[in-house]
């Protein structure tokens, strides 16, 4: 079904309906291995790894297999660990990182990859940076006592650049 198709179904769905179909869906995303109700993390994470497994010269990237840190969402080959926030639509603010204190905290990654999803959950932007560029951009929410990136322009000419919905069509 395409996503016009989708839509013009959606559009003739009430309210109740609607909500309805979230459940669904929910439901059905948890049959296919989905395992929180943070579903922009969970995709966030599924799509770093298809397009850092797809991409000739990245690593391929793995779930870890066995307990591991809070924020260690991937692995590599190498044994490289991959923290992996995602945020929707024009939210640019990260979820926090658990475990992180302050420039002092021992490493707990090598890599951050930071993916930006647009309101239908695509691909709109996936950034990498190291555990140094993390620390020089992680800043403290003092309300909420932790750690978050906001996703700016200086960011971005900070991070290596692995997908970009608006270099991929230019």
């Not at 994470?45 to 066995?66: C, H, I």
């Not at 639509?89 to 890599?111: A, I, M, R």
Request: a neutral charge; hydrophobic letters at 35%; proline letters at 3%.
């Amino acid at each position: 079904m395409t996503k016009e198709e989708l839509d013009s179904f959606l559009t003739k769905c009430s309210y109740e309906d609607l909500w309805l179909l979230k459940g669904l869906c929910e439901t059905k995303l948890v049959s296919f291995g989905v395992e929180t109700n943070n579903f922009v993390g969970e995709r966030a994470v599924d799509l770093a790894k298809e397009v850092y497994t797809k991409t000739r010269g990245l690593p391929n990237l793995e779930r870890p297999r066995w307990a591991t840190t809070k924020e260690v969402d991937l692995y590599s080959i190498n044994f490289e660990g991959y923290s992996v926030k995602g945020v929707k639509g024009n939210n640019k603010v990260t979820s926090p990182f658990c475990g992180f204190e302050g420039p002092e905290t021992p490493k707990l990654f090598d890599f951050v990859i930071l993916v930006r999803l647009n309101e239908l959950y695509e691909l709109e932007e996936m950034l990498e940076i190291d555990w140094d560029t993390f620390k020089a951009f992680a800043r403290r929410n003092a309300r909420d006592k932790n750690y978050k990136l906001t996703l700016t322009n200086k960011l971005r000419n900070s991070a290596k650049i692995i997908y970009s919905r608006t270099q991929q069509s230019s």
